[in-house]
Every structure is written in C-alpha cells, then in structure tokens.
C-alpha cells in the first residue's frame, strides 16, 4: 500500500527533473520522472499503429519537462 503526502506552498520547491523510459513488460514502457511523474503505459494494447512505443514514451517525457519549465 502506498500513501502520498500532498504540501501546498506560496514558493515553488525546486525538484530535478530527470526522466527514464521503463519497460512494463509485453512491450509496455513508460516515461517516468524523479519528480513522480508517469505518463501512459505505450505499447501495450497495440493501438498506436506504426509508432514506436518507446518514441511515445519518449515524446510524453519531453512533454512532461516542457510543461514543467513554463511553471
């Protein structure tokens, strides 16, 4: 079991980003960033088409830190 600790604050913590691509298994992966940050398991159900799953982890990864330097 998992519990979270949810913190509002007036100042910005700062948080190093750094994101992974992780294999969930069965050709599942999953961008994944030290700030606890997930995207969506790719790959899995095989509705992306031609697109690599682990470029869509990828992009979603990039994403995530693009979203984040706007704050």
């Known amino acids: 079991m998992r519990s979270f600790l ?7 913590i700062g948080v190093d980003h750094c994101i992974t ?3 969930m298994g069965e050709g599942g992966v999953q961008a994944v960033c030290s700030c606890g940050w997930r995207s969506p398991v790719f ?3 095989k509705a992306a088409g031609t697109m ?12 995530h830190e693009w979203e984040i330097s706007l704050r």
């Not at 949810?6 to 910005?12: F, K």
């Not at 690599?52 to 994403?63: E, M």
């Open 6 to 12: 949810s913190v509002t604050v007036e100042e910005p």
């Open 21 to 23: 691509i992780d294999e």
């Open 43 to 45: 790959g899995a159900d």
């Open 52 to 63: 690599d799953p682990q470029q869509r982890a990828a992009d979603a990864g990039d994403l």
